[in-house]
C-alpha cells in the first residue's frame, strides 16, 4: 500500500529563499568538511539560483594558498560534477578567494576585515558576513573571541557566526563555550550545527505531528507504548580514529542528532512557527528527559565496539585493528540506552535510544509503538496481533510507514499486519536537499530555526552527564561489549529492551 499526493503537480513543489547579498568566511577552508560538504553544498545553491550575484566565498586557513590555488583545490574535490556544469563552475569560482588566516594570530585578523572590505566593494556583498568555523572545535571559543575583538561580530544585523559539532565535550564545557561565544556575539547570531536537523525528513517531524489532526491526540502515554529512535551506519570508523577515539558513539551521534529527534519527537506544539518558540519547546522536553536509572546507569545504557566480521571475500577490520585507533581502545563505537521524560505527556513511557557503526544495514528512523488493543477478538497469524506502528523513517528511503493490522482473505476471522507507506522519493519525485545545503542557506538568511540554541545544547549535554561521567571515572560498570562487525550490536543491548518484553526493530 503507497500513499500518493493528493496533487500529483510535480513543478512548484519546491519553496526556495534566496540568500541574502553577502560574503561567506569559511575558517578551515583547506579541511575535509569544506572541500566534501560546504562548497558541494554552496555550488549546488549556486546551480539552484539561490545564491545572489553580489556574493563571495572567502576561504581562510594557515597554508598560503593563492585565489586560484584555492579555486583549484575545490575544482577537485567536486570532479565530475564541474565537467558536468562547466558554465556554472566558472561563474561560481569567480566568486571564491582564498585569505591565509591563521586563527591565533590577532594581526591576521585585522588583515582579514580588510580584505572583507576589498571584497565588499568588489561584489557588492554590503558588510553583510557569515563566519563558518570549520576548525578544530579547541577553536571554536577563541575564534569567536578573535572575531569579536577584531570587530567583525559588532554588527548583529550583518554579521553571523556558524560553529560546527562537536559543541563541548560534556555539560561543564558546553557551559564554558557557550560563555565564551555569548560574550563575544548575541545568541540571535550563533549558528550551531546538527545536520541531522537539515534532513528534509526530520523536519518534516514537525509537520507531520503539527499540520495532521489524527496524531496529536493519540501523541501521548495513553496511546504509545514505546519510541525507538535509531541511528544504523554500516560504515566502520573509515579516517576519522583521531577524532573518534576521543569522541564514541555517546558524543558522536547521540548527544546531538539523536537528542534531536528525541526532541523533535516528544516536544510540545509551539505557539507560532518561529524559531523561538520551536527552540523554547525543544529545549523544555529535553529538561524533562532522564536516564531511565541515573543512580546505577549501568541498567539502562549498553556501550559495544565492533570487532572484525564480514565473509571470506571481504572481511571486515575490528575497531582496534584500525589505524589510529589503541589496540587496547574502549571507545564505544555502539550505544543503547532507555530514557524517560517526566512531564504529563510521556510520563512511563520509555524512549529506547540506539547507534552503532558497522551494523548491517545503514538507517535511520523513529518508530513509535502503540499500545495494543484491550480485547484480542480475532485471532492473529502470528499468535498474538501485532502492536501499530508509525515508523518514521529519516533515510535512506525517506518517508514513513504505518503498521496495523487486516483480516487475512479467507473465511475465517484472522488479522494479519500490513505496511502503509509513503515514500518522499515517489511522492515528490526528486531527491532531498544534503542537509548542508538547506543549513548553510538558512544560517546565511539568518534563520536560526534549525540551528541549536545554548540552552538546548547545555541540555542535552546534561542528560547524558551520569554516563559520561560513569565512563571517566569507573568504566568497567560500563564495559564495551564486542560485536560481530555487521551484525546488529552486542546481545546485551538485545536483554535492554528484552526486560521490558520487547525486541529492537530490525528493518
Ligand atoms: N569532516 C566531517 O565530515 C565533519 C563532520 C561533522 C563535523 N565536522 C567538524 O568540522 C570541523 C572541521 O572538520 P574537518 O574534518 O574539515 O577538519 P580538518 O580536515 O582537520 O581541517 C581543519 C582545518 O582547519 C585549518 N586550521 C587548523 N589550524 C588553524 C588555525 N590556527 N587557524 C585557521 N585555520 C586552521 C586547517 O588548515 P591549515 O592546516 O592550512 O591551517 C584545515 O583547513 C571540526 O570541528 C569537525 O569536528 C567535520
Redesign the pocket.
Known amino acids: 500500500m503507497t500513499v500518493t499526493l493528493t496533487n500529483p503537480l510535480r513543478v512548484g513543489l519546491r519553496q526556495e529563499r534566496v540568500v541574502s547579498p553577502q560574503c561567506l568566511v569559511i ?8 572541500s ?2 560546504l562548497v558541494p553544498a554552496l555550488f549546488e545553491l549556486f546551480r539552484q539560483r539561490r545564491l545572489p550575484t553580489e556574493f563571495a566565498v572567502l576561504g ?4 598560503p594558498w593563492s585565489d586560484e590555488e584555492f579555486r583549484g583545490q575545490m575544482a577537485e574535490a567536486l570532479g565530475d560534477l564541474i565537467h558536468e556544469h562547466r558554465g556554472a563552475w566558472d561563474q561560481f569560482a569567480a566568486g571564491l578567494f582564498y585569505e591565509p ?5 590577532p594581526e591576521h585578523l585585522v588583515r582579514l576585515a580588510q580584505r572583507l572590505e576589498v571584497i565588499d566593494r568588489h561584489r557588492a556583498t554590503r558588510n553583510n558576513r557569515t563566519f563558518y ?5 579547541k ?2 571559543g577563541s ?1 569567536c573571541s578573535a572575531l569579536a575583538a577584531a570587530g567583525l561580530l559588532s554588527d548583529p544585523e550583518r554579521s553571523r557566526v556558524v560553529i ?3 559543541f563541548g565535550r560534556d555539560y561543564g564545557s558546553a557551559q564554558e563555550l557557550n560563555r565564551i561565544v555569548q560574550t563575544s556575539a548575541k545568541e540571535s547570531q550563533v549558528f550551531r ?1 546538527d ?1 541531522y536537523l537539515g534532513k528534509e525528513t526530520v523536519q518534516n517531524i514537525l509537520v507531520l505531528r503539527f499540520a495532521n489532526t489524527i496524531f496529536e491526540p493519540i501523541w501521548n502515554r495513553n496511546y504509545i507504548a514505546s519510541v525507538e529512535i535509531t541511528a544504523a551506519e554500516t560504515v566502520g570508523v573509515e579516517e ?1 580514529a583521531g ?1 573518534y577515539e576521543s569522541s564514541g558513539a555517546l558524543r558522536d551521534m547521540v548527544q546531538n542528532h539523536l537528542t534531536q529527534m528525541l526532541a523533535l519527537t516528544t516536544m510540545e506544539a509551539p505557539g507560532r512557527f518561529d524559531a523561538e518558540a520551536i527552540r523554547n519547546e525543544k529545549a523544555k522536553v529535553l529538561q524533562s528527559a532522564r536516564l531511565a536509572d541515573e543512580l546505577e546507569p549501568w541498567n539502562c545504557c549498553v556501550r559495544g565496539q565492533y570487532g572484525p566480521g564480514g565473509t571470506a571475500r571481504r572481511p571486515l577490520t575490528g575497531y582496534r585493528q584500525e589505524p589510529g585507533v589503541n589496540p587496547n581502545s574502549t571507545t564505544e563505537t555502539y550505544v543503547a540506552m532507555k530514557l524517560f521524560i517526566d512531564n504529563w505527556r510521556w510520563q512511563g513511557v520509555p524512549f529506547y535510544l540506539r547507534t552503532g557503526k558497522r551494523l548491517p544495514k545503514r538507517m535511520s528512523e523513529v518508530v513509535l509503538t502503540f499500545r495494543e488493543a484491550p480485547v484480542h477478538l480475532f485471532d492473529a497469524a502470528g499468535g498474538s496481533p501485532t502492536a501499530n506502528q508509525l515508523i518514521l523513517r529519516i533515510q535512506p528511503d525517506e518517508g514513513a510507514g504505518f503498521r496495523f493490522e487486516v483480516k487475512s482473505p479467507g473465511s475465517g476471522m484472522r488479522s494479519r499486519p500490513v505496511d502503509m507507506h509513503f515514500s518522499y522519493d515517489e511522492s515528490f519525485g526528486e531527491p532531498s536537499d544534503e542537509g548542508y545545503v538547506r543549513l548553510l542557506a538558512d544560517a546565511m538568511l539568518g534563520d536560526p530555526t534549525l540551528f541549536t540554541r545554548g540552552d538546548e545544547v547545555e541540555a542535552a549535554w546534561r542528560l547524558y552527564t551520569p554516563l559520561l561521567e560513569l565512563i571517566e571515572d569507573s568504566p568497567w560498570q560500563l564495559p564495551v561489549h564486542p560485536y560481530e562487525a555487521r551484525t546488529w550490536g552486542p546481545a546485551a543491548a538485545d536483554n535492554l529492551l528484552g526486560r521490558d518484553g520487547l525486541m529492537w526493530r530490525r528493518p
Open positions: 575558517f578551515g577552508a583547506s579541511g575535509d568538511l569544506t566534501r560538504k581562510c586557513a594557515r597554508r588566516v591563521d586563527l591565533q594570530q568555523l570549520s576548525v578544530s572545535p577553536f571554536y575564534g560546527e559539532k562537536p550545527i545536520h576519522r577524532y
